[in-house]
């Protein structure tokens, strides 16, 4: 599909009439691609790991913003994505091994699920990381069936028809960075927004402006977005970007970045938060658009 299709595509208006999906999945820069290959009415919410510890409020949100007349969700299915080589399970890995430090947030947030998991000393840490990657896909799966029942509990939203399902992908499978002469100059970055409802232009704008194969994505509700920056930082991200649409978002907005700043700074203290609005991305791609009407809108 090409970039001036798109823009002016308006057959998409009854999209909010049928079943919705929720995608949730690590913000991994390598899996950005995969992410944006999904059609249909989905909404993705994307963090460190895709660990729904930190998502109760988000899920919540969402099965909220999804109820039908009958009182039933119009959620019909939870998928939750894992992969190999997740640098969040990594940190979570060396903390249980006792060779890495951890703040109590992180311990907290992320470590203590995994307190079952019993590490094979007589394997190596790459064969105790795939044993810890199966592991993590079933446990999320658990913690979605729990979250699904509290909200039933709490709100009275019939949430017992949601599937559950869960898969774990093979990252080197969708690692394009190889592939991209510019990817080692670019600086990793980490985009701040909320969950990213597709087919929306946002996660393509959002490419038009950056190396898709050095961008984190985090994409959770406002209230959670402290939860899983700092596991960012930790490996290395360098600028974070809160998103924003309109002025008046200027206030949650703030409170955001001082959230973010907060949680990044434990970790990085030369690392650059700011806030970025999505109408100077806009104002690009339509630039784009004009200039070369023929431009790909995915950055393969």
């Given at each position: 599909m090409l970039l001036?299709?798109?823009?002016?595509?308006?057959?998409?208006?009854?999209?909010?009439?049928?079943?919705?999906?929720?995608?949730?999945?690590?913000?991994?820069?390598?899996?950005?691609?995969?992410?944006?290959?999904?059609?249909?009415?989905?909404?993705?919410?994307?963090?460190?790991?895709?660990?729904?510890?930190?998502?109760?409020?988000?899920?919540e949100n969402k099965v909220r913003e999804n109820v039908?007349?009958?009182?039933?969700?119009?959620?019909?299915?939870?998928?939750?994505?894992?992969?190999?080589?997740?640098g969040a399970?990594?940190?979570?890995?060396?903390?249980?091994?006792?060779?890495?430090?951890?703040?109590?947030?992180m311990?907290?947030?992320?470590?203590?699920?995994?307190?079952?998991?019993?590490?094979?000393?007589?394997?190596?840490?790459?064969?105790?990381?795939?044993?810890?990657?199966k592991f993590h896909v079933i446990k999320q799966k658990s913690n979605a069936?729990?979250?699904?029942?509290?909200?039933?509990?709490?709100?009275?939203?019939?949430?017992?028809?949601i599937s559950v399902k869960s898969a774990l992908l093979q990252t080197h499978k969708h690692d394009k960075t190889e592939t991209q002469l510019n990817c080692e100059k670019e600086d990793y970055i980490a985009i701040v927004g909320d969950p990213i409802h597709i087919p929306n232009y946002l996660n393509i704008a959002l490419q038009a402006k950056v190396n898709p194969y050095s961008m984190y994505c985090f994409s959770v509700d406002r209230n959670e977005c402290a939860g899983?920056?700092?596991?960012y930082a930790k490996l290395g991200v360098e600028k974070f970007y809160v998103i924003y649409e309109h002025e008046s978002e200027l206030p949650q907005v703030s409170?955001?970045?001082?959230?973010?700043?907060?949680?990044?700074?434990?970790?990085?203290?030369?690392?650059?938060?700011?806030?970025?609005?999505?109408?100077?991305?806009?104002?690009?791609l339509r630039t784009q658009v004009r200039k070369n009407p023929e431009v790909r809108i995915r950055a393969v």
């Open positions: 001036s299709e798109f823009w002016y595509d308006e057959s998409m208006a009854d999209i909010e009439e049928k079943p919705v999906d929720l995608y949730i999945g690590c913000g991994d820069r390598r899996l950005n691609e995969l992410f944006d290959s999904y059609e249909g009415n989905i909404i993705f919410i994307r963090n460190a790991a895709g660990n729904l510890k930190t998502l109760e409020k988000t899920i039908k007349s009958d009182g039933t969700s119009n959620i019909r299915k939870i998928k939750i994505f894992g992969h190999t080589d997740c399970l990594g940190i979570a890995l060396g903390n249980l091994m006792g060779t890495e430090q951890v703040s109590i947030q311990r907290e947030t992320l470590v203590n699920q995994y307190k079952n998991f019993k590490i094979d000393y007589e394997l190596s840490r790459g064969e105790n990381a795939r044993r810890l990657e069936k729990e979250i699904l029942g509290k909200i039933h509990a709490n709100t009275g939203i019939d949430t017992t028809k899983g920056v700092e596991i409170n955001r970045l001082a959230q973010v700043e907060e949680s990044v700074k434990m970790v990085r203290k030369d690392a650059q938060v700011s806030s970025l609005k999505i109408e100077d991305i806009k104002r690009e």
